[in-house]
Structures are given as structure tokens and as C-alpha cells.
């Protein structure tokens, strides 16, 4: 059984930060891509940053510049440094892990975690 873990969400007021924090759990053999969607209300869930096992990262660019996605792989852990936040960041993030085998001859899975709110007021 594979969990995936998320906390660092909150309330916070325009041009402050927050860091959000997704962990794996479970039995794990190797993790592909890990990185972060968001949804607002009445809106498609949209990627925001990824990265790969090789640290290749990815941003839409809404939030290049003041978003950095990053990995530990060896607490399969991906992390979301969200500064300069803005109200239209508002949106209930969502951890997103892709290509997970949980052996090296499993066939490789996506998983996602429950989401947590991230609110900026104006």
C-alpha cells in the first residue's frame, strides 16, 4: 500500500511564503516524476512543478521565478517553496507522484495525495 502524505498548506497574505511537503510511503522501489498540481474552484486541476528522478524540474509559467520544486529520494519526499504568493495562487494543491514501482519488475504506477488548501489574501 502505497500513501502519499502532504502538509504545509495554510492561510497566508499576499507576497508571503508557504512550503508544502509531500512524503511516500510504503513499499517503494523507485519513483519516477514527483511534483504538485492545484485546482481552484470552477477550474481545471493544472501542473505546477515537477521533477525528475535526475532533478530535471519543471514550472508553469505563472509561477516561475517564485515557486521551486524540489526532492529528497532518499525520504522520497517532494517538497514546494512557494514564495511571493499571490490571491490567484489560491487553490487546493495536490501531490502527484508518477512511474512508483513498488519492486523493479512491478509495472510503474501514479498515485495522488488528498490535496491541502492553500488560501493568499489579497
Known amino acids: 500500500q502505497v500513501q502519499l502524505v502532504e502538509s504545509g498548506g495554510g492561510l497566508v497574505q499576499a507576497g508571503g511564503s508557504l512550503r508544502l511537503s509531500c512524503a511516500a510511503s510504503g513499499n517503494i522501489f523507485s519513483i519516477n516524476t514527483m511534483g504538485w498540481y492545484r485546482q481552484a474552484p470552477g477550474k481545471q486541476r493544472e501542473l505546477v512543478a515537477a521533477v525528475t528522478s535526475g532533478g530535471t524540474t519543471s514550472y508553469t509559467d505563472s509561477v516561475k521565478g517564485r515557486f521551486t520544486v524540489s526532492r529528497d529520494n532518499a525520504k522520497k519526499t517532494v517538497y514546494l517553496q512557494m514564495n511571493s504568493l499571490k490571491p490567484e495562487d489560491t487553490a487546493v494543491y495536490y501531490c502527484?507522484?508518477?512511474?512508483?514501482?513498488?519492486?523493479?519488475?512491478?509495472?510503474?504506477?501514479?498515485?495522488w495525495g488528498q490535496g491541502t488548501q492553500v488560501t493568499v489574501s489579497s
Open positions: 502527484n507522484v508518477q512511474g512508483l514501482k513498488r519492486t523493479a519488475w512491478d509495472r510503474p504506477l501514479n498515485y
